[in-house]
């Protein structure tokens, strides 16, 4: 028997040519972003740059993942006109996704932890989006995937999709970005380039183009306190879990997240909170500006990498990401109130890291004050 069913929709499709257009023309809009020099003495050898994400129009780094998010839904037919799109986000993620469904003119709802920062949710819903705020953080992902399936929306769901919706060849990605801003500087090839990981996906679009294009950078992450995804590729144990979530706001997850590719790296670090912070609160006096903690998780792996290069008498250059604005969270990271309500102490690593910014030695312990040795966890 011969069958013949034609499902195509006009109208559906003048709507999805102009959404996928929409998009396409934020990115030719604002794709690059600036690379910006962090000061070090020249006599290192060494230079030290920090991609600053914080300039896209939403504010972070996940302005990049949420429009390969919504090319990805919109071609694969996944997102539909008047039908909303539903997210679990710890709230950078969800403000971008907030603006491209404004962009394209259907509703979002952001399914987030109530402990995110109330500038993240003002800015969810200054774009247009609704937050559905639950207790536990590990609900997000069940409250998401209900809310899409009583709507007839779409579950964007990042953490599965973040690695496969990035066209990590090339095409503007971040990674290509980074070595065609490197072209003329006197390391155009970076020794590391220094990611954080939330969902995994930048990490895993830095390390395919590395490898793709044949470069010898190595590829480092770093994880904050209470993250699976550095115990997980220590142990290559996939099914690592950890009994509460990350105080760094956009990265670390208690579960190892799909798009997470561990074997695309070549490093990972466990960062103290304390270093993040630290480190983020250096970075403003050094740059004049304020960044969120997960830029400071990234910094601190960046000075450890950099000590490493000293004591080996190595030169090249080192790559970060400033992943977004501090001001977002001027009640916690910039807030000394809410530092001694969680007892993270700054100060020593705040020592470590001017005595680094001197000696290029990032050592165990520094004295401070009464001279009292910190230690941390060793690096992978």
Known sequence: MELDIDRRDPVYRNWLKDAVGKVQADANRSADTHLLSVPL?????????LKDESTHPTGSLKHRLARSLFLYGLC?????????????????????????????????????????????????????????????????????????AESGGHYMDQFTYAERATDWRGNNNIADSIFRQLALE?????????????????SATIARFVHYTQQDTGVCVADPENSAFFPSWQSDDPDVVTDRGSRIEGIGRQRVEPSFVPGAIDRMMRVPDAASVASI????????????????????????????????????????????????????????????????????????????????????????????????????
Request: proline share 6%.
């Open 281 to 380: 609160r250096v970075l403003e006096r050094l740059l004049g500006r304020k960044a969120g903690a997960s830029t400071g998780t990234g910094l601190w792996a960046a000075f450890r990498i950099i000590s490493d290069m000293r004591a080996a008498g190595e030169q090249g250059s080192v790559v970060g990401l400033l992943c977004d604005p501090g001001e977002r969270y001027l009640e916690k990271y910039y807030s000394d109130e809410w530092l001694a309500a969680q007892g993270i102490d700054i100060a020593p690593f705040t020592a470590r890291i001017e005595h680094f910014l001197t000696t290029g030695e990032l050592s165990t312990a520094v004295p401070v004050s009464a001279a009292v040795p910190v230690s941390e966890p060793a690096a992978v």
């Open 41 to 49: 003495p020249a006599e290192w050898g060494i230079d030290l740059y």
């Open 186 to 202: 006197r390391h155009p090839v970076p020794a590391w380039i220094v990611a954080t990981a939330g969902t995994g996906g930048t």
């Open 76 to 148: 694969n037919g996944w997102i539909r006109p008047g039908k909303p799109v539903i997210e679990a986000s710890s709230g950078s993620t969800a403000v971008s996704e907030a603006y491209f469904a404004k962009l394209i003119g259907v509703p979002f709802i952001a399914v987030m932890a109530k402990s995110t920062v109330r500038s993240k949710i003002d800015l969810i819903e200054f774009h247009g989006g609704r937050c559905h705020l639950v207790d536990d953080p590990c609900e997000v992902y069940e409250v998401a995937v209900r809310l899409a």
